[in-house]
């Protein structure tokens, strides 16, 4: 199985843009998925197929990918914003979750 | 409204066996692939297995292959996690979820805890 790596940590202000990166040898055959999780709640998918956001989604969320590394970006992030963030793929033998990215509102 | 709702976790000895259920409605359970995802106390998600809809085919992570089995009962709209020869670091929330047709894991469950520990 293969593995997707993202920074630990990201700090930002309000108001400022925030991007999370994710990295995976795989990442350019398939697709990615990225998960908001707040404390002592289940994931949220807050993009799909690399950049397509779902209903009820923020449009300050958008996603993109170039090469290994696909990238989930907030503008204008707000307080309601800090979270964990989860980057997903999957393939014929399975998913795999990346390590996750704490967000801190400053 | 589509809902999942876990069911079954609580504490277990080491060695031990708990079979975790999830109940799923609001939806047209046969038709959808679904997931089990753990996430260990204070630890990031780690994806367990993954079964399609009518049960065919399964795939687990390497760290429980071999010890736990994913299943499903299309008529009582119920997905399961048995969990056999338990470890300690199988500790962790539980959550299922389904797989929606843009791939993503678009609907989760609470989460059911298990703890391994003697």
């Known amino acids: 199985s293969y593995e997707l790596t993202q920074p630990p940590s990201v700090s930002v202000s309000p108001g400022q843009t925030a991007r999370i990166t994710c990295s995976g040898d795989a990442l350019p055959k398939q697709y990615a998925y990225w998960y908001q999780q707040k404390p002592g709640q289940a994931p949220v998918l807050v993009i799909y197929?690399?950049?397509e956001r779902p209903s009820g989604i923020p449009e300050r969320f958008s996603g993109s990918s170039s090469g290994t590394t696909v990238t989930l970006t907030i503008s204008g992030v707000q307080a309601e914003d800090e979270a964990d963030y989860y980057c997903q793929s999957a393939d014929s033998s399975g998913t795999v979750f990346g390590g996750g990215t704490k967000l801190t509102v400053l | 409204e589509v809902q999942l709702v876990e069911s079954g976790g609580g504490l277990v000895q080491p060695g031990g066996s708990l079979r975790l259920s999830c109940a799923a409605s609001g939806f047209t359970f046969s038709s959808y692939w679904m997931h089990w995802v753990r996430q260990a106390p204070g630890k990031g998600l780690v994806w367990v297995s993954r079964i399609n809809s009518d049960g065919s085919s399964t795939s687990y992570a390497d760290s429980v292959k071999g010890r736990f089995t994913i299943s499903r009962d299309n008529a009582k709209n119920t997905l399961y996690l048995q969990m056999n020869s338990l470890r300690a670091e199988d500790t962790a929330v539980y959550y299922c979820a389904r797989n929606g047709q843009d791939g993503g894991l678009g609907y989760w469950g609470q989460g059911t805890l298990v703890t391994v520990s003697s």
């Open positions: 197929k690399d950049s």
